[in-house]
């Protein structure tokens, strides 16, 4: 197992050309200068060091004591405390003087380290490619949120549900992907929906739909169809009859509507975004 990376340091005149220098040419480093007199610094220290333990490696805080490091100091130019500077390859490439806010302290930051969305996504990949759909859908679902709902990723967790035979949870996630956004890869889970919709249908879901068509008002009709829907894996529209039905009787046929509502949430899991929206919708009914 590989050790955790170093968030943070103290800097020597022994070890400066270690973190300084070297350490910038495998990932950033954030250099703080500061002094133990000096207010501002104390404001901003707490602010880097809790970036760095939340990126966890993904750059190095080097903390330079102006006062003891003055030779250091100097040969970074600086002038005023506290002082950031990003060192990169060797060289400083960013930076600032005073004590910044949080939120653009992250956006200096943000240039130059690796998304928070990146490695949740690329562990998703690795599990798509073992064909592990079920155990990538929560990261892509993490990545898909700290990403602001980049589309690219809500492919991925379409193709997943489409793996998974989850017809209905792919269709929903497409649906929300904006024209400029719509691919070859869009097309192609697009197609890939409309061939399951087709083979899954079965004689029996066929009978029932024609049933349910020419006696809309006939709720036993439409338990069986929300069932049979169930059963060929179209969550969605189980889960919409079987509301309807819910809003006419809410214990129609000795409760088992709201039984079998309440099993197929059950199953799709607590974090299903199907399973978030229906026992939403079944809240809203009830109370």
Known sequence: MNSPLLTAVDITIDNAQQYLIDESFNRPVVIDFWAEWCGPCKNLMPILEKLATEYAGAFLLAKVNADDQQMISSQFGVRSLPTVMVM???????GFAGALPEVQVRDLLAKYLPKPWEAPLQQAKDLIAQAQYSEALPLLRQA????????????????????????????????????????????????????????????????????????????????????????????RLALEHLLAILRKDRQFAEGEARQSFNAILASLGKADPLAIEFQRKLFTLLY
């Not at 390859?89 to 960013?94: A, K, M, N, Y």
């Not at 690219?152 to 998974?164: N, R």
């Not at 079965?202 to 020419?214: V, Y």
């Open 88 to 94: 990169k390859d060797g060289q400083p490439v960013d």
């Open 144 to 235: 898909y949120e700290q990403s602001n709902n980049l589309a690219a990723i809500g492919l991925l967790i379409a193709q997943c549900h489409l793996e998974l035979n989850r017809i209905d949870n792919a269709e929903a996630i497409l649906s929300t992907i904006k024209m400029v956004d719509q691919d070859s890869f869009y097309e192609q889970l697009i197609a890939q929906v409309a061939l399951k919709k087709q083979a899954a249908k079965t004689p029996e879901l066929s009978a029932l739909e024609a049933a349910h068509a020419a006696a809309p008002e006939d709720l036993q009709v439409r338990l069986q169809l929300a069932l049979q829907y169930h059963q060929e894996a179209e969550h």
